[in-house]
């Protein structure tokens, strides 16, 4: 299944370049209610990747991510490598059963956090955005309490819900949950007592993204498509840079050429 980002020229480069896809945290969205119904503890812990799995050009996405002027990349759905991690401990963390996902062991765990989804789900990383006027409520339903400890059902549900307003966008988002984790150094380096100390809310996250690897061979046929009344001089550059990165990459005109007017 083919899946859509509208974005400026200088990211494509960046995209191609890196081999990577950024996940932006989500408190630092366009969204400016995105954290509304999340409890402040973890407010920092969710990282996305937006896009929609709509063919039919948006012209509000155009204007609101490319103002007029970038391109919209299509690559498959599963555009990620993917690991197979072993059922096993690595120092006080690990997978109770063989796990496949697109973060290789050294990204899974870093100085600074260590990644929880659920990847063994079918919506353990990637999800359709559910937009509902009660969406802050159905987020902090998600928040189960009782007297011992506070749990989560499910993280998906904490990130899937968005304000009607945005309902234009047809948005789907891959999604991670990164629990940041204190500095090692007041472990003396030692990683298991710092995952022994690991506890949502003592501390932010630092980092406001996250680069997940792009299948090589996927990034080779990415489809790449210009702006509406694209000028002749920014379709150079595109091709140049799609030249430069990849050994197929194909370049679309936009289906709404003739039928918007540039201003």
């Known amino acids: 299944m083919p899946i859509f980002h509208y974005t400026n020229v200088q990211s494509l480069a960046l995209i191609l370049h890196s081999k990577k896809i ?19 503890n973890i407010e920092s812990s969710f990282f996305v990747s ?8 948006n012209l509000s996405l155009w204007s609101l991510y490319t103002r007029m002027q970038g391109v919209r990349i299509e690559l498959p759905q599963k555009f990620y490598k993917e690991y197979k991690h072993p059922k096993g401990d690595y120092g006080h963390w690990g997978f109770s059963e063989e796990t496949i996902c697109p973060i290789n062991i050294e990204e899974f765990r870093t100085d600074e956090y260590i990644i929880s989804n659920p990847f063994w789900l079918e919506d353990g990383f990637y999800i359709k955005v559910i937009y509902d006027k009660n969406y802050k409520e159905l987020k902090e339903s998600a928040i189960l309490k ?4 506070t749990g989560i059902n499910h993280i998906k549900n904490l990130i899937i819900y968005k304000n009607p307003i945005w ?14 984790l204190p500095p090692l150094s007041d472990f003396d380096g030692d990683r298991i007592k710092q995952m022994k100390n690991i506890s949502l809310g003592r501390i932010n996250n630092s980092c406001d993204h996250i680069d997940i690897g792009i299948n090589p061979e996927v990034l080779d046929s990415i489809v790449v ?9 920014d379709e150079l550059i595109v091709r140049s840079i799609l030249d430069k990165f990849t050994k197929n990459g194909k370049i679309e005109h936009s289906n709404l050429n003739g039928t918007y007017r540039t201003k």
């Open 167 to 180: 309902e234009f966008q047809k948005e789907s988002r891959f999604y991670l949950m990164a629990n940041p």
């Open 50 to 57: 937006c896009w929609t799995e709509e063919s039919e050009e």
């Open 225 to 233: 498509r210009l702006y509406p009344n694209c000028e002749y001089s």
């Open 22 to 40: 950024r996940f932006t945290r989500l408190d630092l969205l366009d969204d400016l209610k995105e954290i509304d119904g999340l409890p402040d």
């Open 146 to 149: 009782t007297e011992k400890e």
